[in-house]
T-cell receptor, first 109, second 115 residues
Framework: GIQVEQSPPDLILQEGANSTLRCNFS?????LQWFHQNPWGQLINLFY???GTKQNGRLSATTVATERYSLLYISSSQTTDSGVYFC???????????FGTGTSLTVIP | NAGVMQNPRHLVRRRGQEARLRCSPM?????VYWYRQLPEEGLKFMVY????????ESGMPKERFSAEFPKEGPSILRIQQVVRGDSAAYFC?????????????FGEGSWLTVV
């Protein structure tokens, strides 16, 4: 299956700081999504972004499919942004995803 | 519109017992996926089902694990003769019918602990 690597594995930020999370994948994909897993374990969709750029409030994401990577930008971070951010990619006819091991983000006040 | 509903949220089983995890997809969604998350790891795909059909079970262990999505009622993930290594969070996701690339929505997970 596809290999998905995320970096950095851990990140500690002061509230208000900006950050960039990276996702590299080893093969062409037709689906890519970013998820946030909060400290209670819930998985929240952030972006469906197999290519291009999207923005939603303080978050934005860019996927360069030809170079097999995606970036998630978090601006003006808040303590509620803490949790694990997963990149998930798919290439099949359904929505079977391969997940990265995540970036664990801690935002301190 | 209720989200993906999973139950139980937490389940404790002794080694050798059976665990049954249930998932009701979002209204209008006919595709269901099960994923497993071991501690400190990402999610691993297990199985993809549509009503009364298993579409892809490439991620399911060959023994003790089975899944179904009947015409009526929730999808069930069944683990027979549980072992300590089955302790994990099991997430169900659903997506609407149609072409590839639909956003999937996850339930809140079922945490299985085998003692």
């Amino acid at each position: 299956g596809i290999q998905v690597e995320q970096s950095p594995p851990d990140l500690i930020l002061q509230e208000g700081a900006n950050s960039t999370l990276r996702c590299n994948f080893s093969d062409s994909v037709n689906n890519l999504q970013w998820f946030h897993q909060n400290p209670w374990g819930q998985l929240i969709n952030l972006f469906y972004i197999p290519s291009g750029t999207k923005q939603n409030g303080r978050l934005s994401a860019t996927t360069v499919a030809t170079e097999r990577y995606s970036l998630l930008y978090i601006s003006s971070s808040q303590t509620t942004d803490s949790g694990v951010y997963f990149c998930a990619v798919g290439q099949g006819t359904g929505n079977q995803f391969y997940f990265g091991t995540g970036t664990s983000l801690t935002v301190i006040p | 519109n209720a989200g993906v509903m999973q139950n139980p949220r937490h389940l404790v089983r002794r080694r050798g017992q059976e665990a049954r995890l249930r998932c009701s997809p979002m209204k209008g969604h006919s595709h269901v996926y099960w994923y497993r998350q071991l501690p400190e790891e990402g999610l691993k795909f297990m199985v993809y089902l549509q009503k009364e059909n298993i579409i892809d079970e490439s991620g399911m262990p060959k023994e003790r694990f089975s899944a179904e999505f009947p015409k009526e009622g929730p999808s069930i993930l069944r683990i027979q003769q549980v072992v300590r290594g089955d302790s994990a969070a099991y997430f169900c996701a659903s997506s609407p019918p149609g072409t590839v690339g639909n956003t999937i929505y996850f339930g809140e997970g079922s945490w299985l602990t085998v003692v």
